[in-house]
T-cell receptor, first 112, second 110 residues
Framework: DTGVSQDPRHKITKRGQNVTFRCDPI?????LYWYRQTLGQGPEFLTY????????KSRLLSDRFSAERPKGSFSTLEIQRTEQGDSAMYLC??????????FGPGTRLTVL | GQQVMQIPQYQHVQEGEDFTTYCNSS?????IQWYKQRPGGHPVFLIQ?????EVKKQKRLTFQFGEAKKNSSLHITATQTTDVGTYFC??????????FGRGTSLIVHP
């Protein structure tokens, strides 16, 4: 499968724990995006990489969230000290060009 | 970032009826994209519109970008049950970061 992959697909954690998600983009895509989506809403932008450089980060993103993309390939999104409000679907998308994005299947996070 | 309003939030149609969803912005957009998300799935890119007044067609789907580049619409002719899902517009201003609308959920009754 040459699409965007994400791991894990589901994560259940207790409040206060740290979690890390991984995204593997389509190999020739140099842009990578992270979004969060809750029920009944559109994807909400979290952060964006071009190659290994993190170029933009949402002002809504708390300091508990951090993302990396070492060597411009896969990316990780870490959430520290999770809260119940962090429960959502976390989507990764990659793009060869500005704007057209190919989404992965997402990681569904449930914080108990 | 851009703010986009998408209406309606839900639309029920009988199979064979037409469907339209609208996306509006208070500011001029550099481009607009449309995505479809099936229930339980992830957004799938449909199209990008860039030019003022642009109209593009994909089989039964017609996409329009307003003359002022502040609004867009997606029209589906003769809906089928396979059209079920949520349709999102995503608007970009000067940056590469698109802002998604809340989406319109299409329910098609056979």
């Amino acid at each position: 499968d040459t699409g965007v992959s994400q791991d894990p697909r589901h994560k259940i954690t207790k409040r206060g724990q740290n979690v890390t998600f991984r995204c593997d983009p389509i190999s020739e895509h140099n842009r990578l995006y992270w979004y969060r989506q809750t029920l009944g809403q559109g994807p909400e932008f979290l952060t964006y990489f071009q190659n290994e450089a993190q170029l933009e980060k949402s002002r809504l993103l708390s300091d508990r969230f951090s993302a990396e993309r070492p060597k411009g390939s896969f990316s990780t999104l870490e959430i520290q000290r999770t809260e119940q409000g962090d429960s959502a679907m976390y989507l990764c998308a990659s793009s060869p060009l500005p704007n057209e994005q190919f989404f992965g299947p997402g990681t569904r996070l449930t914080v108990l | 970032g851009q703010q986009v309003m998408q209406i309606p939030q839900y639309q029920h149609v009988q199979e064979g009826e037409d469907f339209t969803t609208y996306c509006n912005s208070s500011t001029t957009l550099s481009n607009i994209q449309w995505y479809k998300q099936r229930p339980g799935g992830h957004p799938v890119f449909l199209i990008q519109l860039v030019k003022s007044g642009e109209v593009k067609k994909q089989k039964r789907l017609t996409f329009q970008f307003g003359e002022a580049k502040k609004n867009s619409s997606l029209h589906i002719t003769a809906t089928q049950t396979t059209d079920v899902g949520t349709y999102f517009c995503a608007a970009a201003g000067g940056s590469y970061i698109p802002t998604f609308g809340r989406g319109t959920s299409l329910i098609v009754h056979p």
